[in-house]
Structure formats: C-alpha cells, structure tokens
C-alpha cells in the first residue's frame, strides 16, 4: 500500500437531514473537497488541466455506505490511487469517523483526463510519477 492522504472535518449542523444524521448528498461533497486537495497535494492543479484545454472529469463514483455521521462529530477522508488504467485514475476513498476508527463509508471514483476536444487521453508519465507514491497496486497505465 502506497501512501494515504488525510483530510480532518467535523460535521456541521446544516450539513443534517430530518433524521439527525449527515443527509447522503453530503457524502459526495466531502469526498470531493479531499479529492480536489488530494491533487493539489500531488501537485496536479484541476484548474491549471482546464486552463491548458483538458479536463479531468469524474466519471464514476461508487459509494457504500456503513454508518452514518452526526452533528458535531469529529472524521477524516483518506484517500490513494486504486490503480491508473489507459486515461482513468481510480481513487479510492474512506471516510472514518474519530476517535473510534469507525469507517462510515468506502468509495471508489474513477477520474478520466480528457483531451481538448473531450477525448481520454493516457495519464502522462509526469502525471503518473506524481500519483506513484500514493499507488496502492501494481496496476499502471
């Protein structure tokens, strides 16, 4: 297993349903923002990949819910790379709740760069070498 990064949130009133609990939709959201400052953390900037007429486009994301988050409590989102294929880099992502090390949910997303007309283009060898430390299997491009 390669290396994981971590992001640390505490779940917002606002963020509830009329159950109490963190409303589902949230999920996505928290798992987005850790996405995002993921690869920044790799150095890769997605809006730097728009302004050079790419994109990195999510085209799936998989979640599986275990147990739910509620107001005030306290988690992280890690995330690693799950394997890079072709044009697609898959994420892999846990939420765990602290201090219990709880796991609320486990997700896969699957990123795919694209070109400038909106093609999948292969992850770059720079690309590659920048996701490698966080590479959890022998699978490359």
């Known amino acids: 297993m390669g290396k994981v990064f971590t992001e640390s949130f505490q779940v917002r009133d606002y963020e509830l349903d009329q159950y109490g609990v963190v409303n589902n939709a949230v ?12 690869l920044h953390a790799v150095g890769i900037d997605p809006a730097g990949v728009a302004r050079a ?18 107001s005030r409590e306290r988690f992280r989102v890690e995330a ?3 394997a890079l294929r072709g044009a697609r880099v898959v994420i892999e992502q846990r939420i765990v709740r602290e201090p219990d090390e709880a796991e609320v949910l486990a997700a896969t997303a699957v990123a795919v760069f694209l070109d400038g007309a909106g093609r999948p283009r292969r992850v770059s060898r720079e690309h590659q070498a920048m996701f490698s ?3 959890s299997s022998d699978e490359e491009a």
């Not at 999920?27 to 993921?38: C, D, I, P, S, V």
């Not at 007429?53 to 509620?70: D, K, P, Q, T, V």
């Open 27 to 38: 999920y996505a959201n928290y798992l987005e923002h850790t996405r995002h400052q993921f």
């Open 53 to 70: 007429g790419e994109s990195l486009a999510l085209s799936e994301l998989h979640l599986r819910f275990r147990i739910s988050l509620r």
């Open 80 to 82: 690693w790379i799950g």
């Open 133 to 135: 430390p966080y590479l």
